[in-house]
């Protein structure tokens, strides 16, 4: 098909009173990768539908070998095992925690690695030359080794600004239990039960104390607490559980889904750039296709790209509709070259919605099309694009109406309109950075809840364009070109 030559293109919900209960009556399981295979095959948003004192028991606490689950000390990142051996030298106990933990059970690369360690933060700055403290209100550590950030967090920091941090009821250590009660509040702190899991690396154990394994075998996610308040709590959980559940292929449980669609809308409390990172993550790391569905389907997208879903909303596209179209089939094959280790520039996701836009508002030929992704494809030579673009035989798919059917087009004409698409692409990425004309887009679209939102403005998009690629005529092309590039390398 023509266009596609583009190619770039908790357990737990538990309450206060059972986790005092945790601390009188903890039970601790060492345990094989089986025991995620046995565990209740009962399913609800509690995990306790038919337990009558599920006010009074506690979840089980589980402590599992790290070998048994299949994970191995190569799994990590060089950098990161350097971060690791550097603060465990100094005596200081150092965990992995969060996405990188489950990434690593389910075989996948994390996308990077979070530290937790007893050091505190200027002690971990006093460890490595290249680290700076970073953040007023939740400070962590920036470690540099070579071209790698690893970020580092201390318990004693995440301990001051718990708004969960749990003690025992006599307040004096008694060991490992105090240890577990230690690694328990930092889990507490965590968005979904599937992300609170730690892993010493030394002692090769993984703490699961929120049930998060069980809720990996079940393919769910799901938050720590209850949803609403937890939504409530940091309303960017609202991306980022989207984005696991795209990411992963996971389904994301009922209280959860209720809640993440009826407060979709708190995101717009959320600073700009915070929301371009979460839809940058999204989109650029390999999880697109699934994430614009999942966006859709809570009604989150037409907060975050509005034109995008006046565009679904135009073509009758329904919330569980399991069939695609062009704006999905672009991100598909952008899909098939990214992964979380290897993403591509947020401006080359940016440029498939404009390029993308411009057909959408106004169809063009097959070879149009192609002769501009050939261009973009071999560095912006448009003339020779043209050139193998009139020895094409090959079919488009006929089921797009972004594309027209297929006609004859000398070799002048098809370079004009190759030109004309540019600079139709060029217009419609000043319109979808116009937060004047996203209002007034989606108001012909009164279907759609409407939203003027523009997270990236055109001036931080220009300062990643190619300011020495002189040669190319527009700045349109040069911006496809040059991130198109980036991802194909």
Known sequence: MAVLTLGFACRSHF?????????????????????????????SDHHDKDDSDKTSKAPEWKKLNSKDLGITSSMISKPTRQVLNGLKSKGHDVYLVGGCVRDLILKRTPKDFDLLTSAELIEVARTFSRCEIVGRRFPI???????????????????????????????????????????????????F??????????????????????????????????????????????????RIAARLGFTISKET???????????????????????NYMLA???????????????????????QAAYLVQ??????????????????????LLAPDRPCHSSLWLAILALHKALADQPRHPSVVAAFSLAVHNGGDVVEAVKITM?????HNRSFFELLEPEELDSQTLLDEVMAFDVAIKEALGQMTDARFVSKAMSAYPQAPSSNMVITPTSSIETHADANSSGYRSFGLRLVTRFARLALS
Request: with cysteine.
């Open 193 to 242: 039960t599937i992300n609170g899991l730690m892993y010493d690396p030394y002692a090769k154990i993984i703490y699961d104390y929120l049930g998060g394994l069980e809720d990996i075998r079940k393919a769910k996610v799901r938050t720590v607490f209850h949803a609403g308040t937890s939504f409530q709590e940091d309303c960017a959980r609202i991306l980022r559980g989207t």
């Open 285 to 307: 790391y390999g999880s697109a296709e699934a994430s614009l569905r999942l966006l859709w389907k809570f009604g989150i997208l037409e907060i975050l790209l509005p034109i």
């Open 141 to 191: 550590c920036h470690v540099h080794i070579g071209n790698d950030l690893i970020e580092v967090s201390s318990f004693s920091t995440s301990a001051r600004n718990s708004p969960r941090s749990m003690r025992t009821k006599s307040g004096k250590s008694s060991g490992s239990y105090d240890e577990d009660c230690i690694r328990l509040n930092n889990c507490l702190q965590r968005d």
């Open 257 to 279: 889904a209720h809640f993440l669609k009826n407060l979709s809308f708190l995101i717009q409390r959320l600073h700009r750039g915070r929301i371009l990172m979460e839809v």
């Open 15 to 43: 309450s206060v009173r059972p986790l005092f209960y945790c601390f009188s009556k903890v039970r601790f399981n060492t345990v094989s990768a089986a025991a995620i295979e046995t565990a209740d095959e009962k399913d």
């Open 391 to 395: 020895k094409i035989t090959k079919p």
């Open 315 to 336: 073509s009758g596209f329904k919330r569980r509709d399991k069939r695609t179209n062009m704006l999905l089939s672009l991100f598909a094959n952008l899909d098939k």
